[in-house]
């Protein structure tokens, strides 16, 4: 799977290919991300979903 992070501008400020685990949870470390609002978007196996992420500081 791909998981991309966008910022409001739609540039990408994270893209990464991950394996889910059996539980099919991943892990992704964004504590480098300034505060503000984003979009992440999840591919896998031909499906998308994207999700807005807040981040406080």
């Known amino acids: 799977m791909k998981v991309s ?3 409001r501008s739609g540039r990408v400020v ?3 290919s991950l394996l889910a685990g059996r539980s099919g949870a991943v892990s992704l ?3 480098a ?4 609002i984003y979009l992440v978007r999840l591919d896998a196996d031909g499906c998308t979903d994207t999700r807005k992420l807040v981040v406080n500081r």
């Open 33 to 36: 991300l300034a505060a503000g």
């Open 29 to 31: 470390d964004l504590r």
């Open 5 to 7: 992070v966008f910022d």
């Open 14 to 16: 994270e893209a990464r």
